[in-house]
């Protein structure tokens, strides 16, 4: 098989890079000065077992490959993107498979409209894209823990094959029948990327907003009757597999939506994981006060361009109870 990573950032171009390492097919799909620096000087992966600088196979989009029977696409983009990589791919959805590498649970039910077969997987995997051709991924002794599975739900030839190769290139990569059941309970814990950004790192006050934020995700879930992996399930998969570990000349920051702000991409995900627990909630009924601030003040920031850390996490629980002292607005 053949793996073309649509959307080659934090964790399209770790996966690929490892895949590439351990000898499979790659071709890392970006854009911008990203692109442009894959061109010129390869991936530059950084790990905690040394840097890697990988000539990895590049391209701006369908228009310059030259597709085959045994591709595999790897949709890696943030979930605001998503749309736009499915329209541009879309005149190979009846015949290649999709699998959504995205946190959020929106993307699967995206591709299902243009593609027939799609998988559905749960990303483990904390890693860094702040620099134009440049990933680090910070955990040992593995990189990542990967579930994958068919979507809505099933296994298949395909999913365990995309499984082996993945556990070749230092991932763990279980094959469940239920990978939405995962990809719920990573909701939730995604939950508290906009706290990060927003606030720029975690205190008391910041993690009673995740603590706040997650409370509200689990009675939506419950109440719409979607099933999700619990904190005590993920710890006994994740064991001591996956554990930050100090990779040479890098300090980590935070997770997607800091980097975004501190890329000043424009946009974050906050619709789709704080917005999705928004979501059911009206369409439950429950109020999500702490979503909807996080999902509203992530927004303005990333539409501002503001920097990581532009709020203290006591202006953000001002918010919450209906305040709104930094005069961010909508």
């Not at 890098?250 to 997770?255: C, E, I, P």
């Amino acid at each position: 098989m053949r793996y073309i990573v649509v959307g080659a950032g934090a964790v399209g171009a770790t996966i690929g890079g490892r895949l590439h390492e351990s000898g499979h097919e790659v071709v890392l799909v970006a854009r911008g000065a990203h692109l442009e620096a894959l061109r010129d000087r390869g991936l530059t992966l950084r790990t905690p077992d040394g840097t890697q600088k990988l000539r990895v196979p590049v391209a701006a989009g369908p228009g310059e490959l030259s597709l085959r029977a045994d591709d595999v696409l790897v949709l890696a983009v943030k979930t605001q993107d998503t749309q736009a990589a499915l329209d541009a791919w879309a005149p190979v959805a009846d015949r290649l498979p999709v699998v959504c590498a995205q946190n959020g649970v929106a993307n699967e039910r995206m591709a299902l409209r243009r593609f027939r077969d799609v998988y559905g997987m749960c990303v483990w995997l904390p890693s860094t894209h702040l620099e134009p051709g440049e990933v680090v991924a910070p955990c040992g002794p593995l990189t990542g823990i990967l579930h994958l599975g068919r979507y809505p739900h099933g296994t298949d030839d395909l999913a365990r094959a995309v499984s082996a190769d993945l556990e070749k290139s230092s991932f763990a990569a279980p094959v469940v029948p239920d990978v939405m059941r995962w990809k719920y309970a990573k909701l939730l814990s995604n939950l508290g990327n906009a706290v990060e950004a927003l606030c720029g790192g975690w205190d008391e006050t910041a993690a009673g907003l995740l603590d706040r934020a997650k409370a509200e995700g689990t009675a939506v879930l419950d109440a719409a009757g979607i099933p999700y992996a619990g904190v005590e399930e993920q710890a006994a998969v994740r064991g001591d597999l996956v554990s930050l570990r100090p990779v040479d000349g890098f300090a980590r920051g935070g997770g997607s939506s800091w980097q975004s702000l501190t890329r000043g991409t424009g946009s974050v995900e906050a619709d789709w994981l704080n917005g999705e627990i928004v979501l059911l909630g009206r369409l439950h009924g429950i109020p999500v006060p702490v979503n909807e601030t996080l999902r509203r003040l992530a927004n303005r920031a990333a539409r501002d361009r503001r920097a990581p850390g532009g709020l203290e996490p006591a202006q953000v629980a001002a918010a919450v109870e209906g305040r709104n002292p930094v005069g961010w607005g909508a």
